[in-house]
């Protein structure tokens, strides 16, 4: 298994940044992809950005040059900056992990809040 712990989550004004890190532990070994979801009350969660093993990236046009994902491999970590935030970026940031391999499965941590103010 992989268990997650975010940090790095708070209130920040309209055009500020943060940066936000997930650390993994586990069957860190078994990790395929990790990443960043967001939701707000009486919404989907969705997706904000993830980054393979092999450093490929995907983001979600919404934050598209803005915001940028990186990982630390030697650190078992994800980061997130996120600057040039907006009021619509305000959420409980999920991290995420896909691990395994035939039959993987998904890890989230607890889940960090992110407020902007505007």
């Known amino acids: 298994q992989v268990q997650l712990v975010e940090s790095g989550g708070g209130l920040v004004q309209a055009g500020g940044s943060l940066r936000l890190s997930c650390v993994a532990s586990?069957?860190?070994?078994?990790?395929?992809?990790m990443g960043w979801y967001r939701q707000v009350p009486g919404k989907q969660r969705e997706l904000v950005a993830v980054?393979?093993?092999?450093?490929?990236?995907t983001y979600a046009d919404s934050v598209k040059g803005r915001f940028t994902i990186s990982g630390d491999n030697a650190k078992n970590t994800v980061y997130l900056q996120m600057n040039s935030l907006k009021p619509e970026d305000t959420a409980v940031y999920y991290c995420?992990?896909?691990?395994?391999?035939?039959?993987?499965?998904?890890?989230w941590g607890q889940g960090t809040l992110v407020t902007v103010s505007s």
């Open positions: 995420y992990s896909n691990y395994g391999g035939l039959g993987a499965l998904n890890a």
């Open positions: 586990g069957s860190i070994f078994s990790i395929n992809t």
């Open positions: 980054i393979t093993r092999g450093g490929s990236t």
